[in-house]
């Protein structure tokens, strides 16, 4: 069946869920503690906002916004819908966290904290620390050793974010996000789509938030390394300005290689597979769910 044109579908996760918006058409899906799925519909106000999304450079610095914005909007509604508290783990894993009143997701995801913070100030700092020693020693001109550093460093934001996804916590927010993102494809292309559809469908938006966030931040810690330095009162603002100037300008070439078929397209694409995580049935359950009440959103 042919792809039908749906551009402002969007989906964001959430607390133990997920929340898809159509137009005006908010909803927000939510496994709670019963294990039920308790499901919010909503119809969203437009405000003047809304116009600076369509003004170029200028809506690249609203996007830099508005994303962590609308994470902890859905974040904030979806908390008083009371979430699931994940346990998670074996029988006996259950039986030993408990006796110190905490959960086996809690330890994995307190492991894992530990792990990162050996890993994130090796990538981040000290394999630029190093390369930068190194090339001081063959006597590099200051600002190429500057540039190699910093860029570097912000390809070393990669691995890291994947890392960073792969944390207990994160990983099930992963999740939602993946089957949100399947649901909103299986209703693109079938407005009678089953669960069946959801679990075919792809895992890619068209345009993604956290991948536009990533490569702004990766571009701007390398414009960052040319910044002159400045009295702290100076510094401050004008780093807060090059990184708007950044994403306003970023945007753009972003948004060329977001809507393209070409490789690099694919490539923008295929960088939302770093906090991509396949979603367990009763994920895609959850998923359904919202996908039906969007669905009956246009019916009424």
Sequence with gaps: MSEKKSPDMNVRPCAEGVCLTRGNDEVYAVRNERREIAVRVSTRRKTAFEIFRHIPFVRGCV??????????????????????????????????????????????????????LIMLPLLLIGLPMALGVGLNAVNTPRFLINGICSVVRALALFPCVYMIARLSVMQRLCMYRTAGAKAVNALKRNENATINDIEAASVFMPMCVGVFWLLSLAVFMIVFA???????????????????????????????????????????????????????????????????????????
């Design 226 to 300: 040319y910044l002159p330095v400045m009295a702290w009162y100076v510094e401050i603002p004008v780093r807060v300005l090059a990184l708007f100037g950044v994403a306003a300008v970023f945007n753009e070439i972003v948004r060329l290689m977001e809507l393209s078929e070409s490789l690099s397209g694919r490539v923008i694409r295929g960088m939302q597979l770093l906090f991509t995580v396949e979603p367990t049935e009763p994920i895609l359950d959850v998923a359904r769910c919202a996908m039906e009440e969007l669905r009956n959103c246009r019916k009424k």
């Design 63 to 116: 996007r830099l916004i508005d994303g962590p914005a609308a994470l902890l909007k859905a974040m904030k509604v979806s908390g008083r819908m009371g979430p699931l508290r994940a346990v998670g783990g074996s029988k006996v894993m259950r039986r030993v966290t408990g006796a110190f009143r905490s959960t086996p997701l809690a330890v994995n995801g307190f492991f894992n904290a530990i792990g990162l």
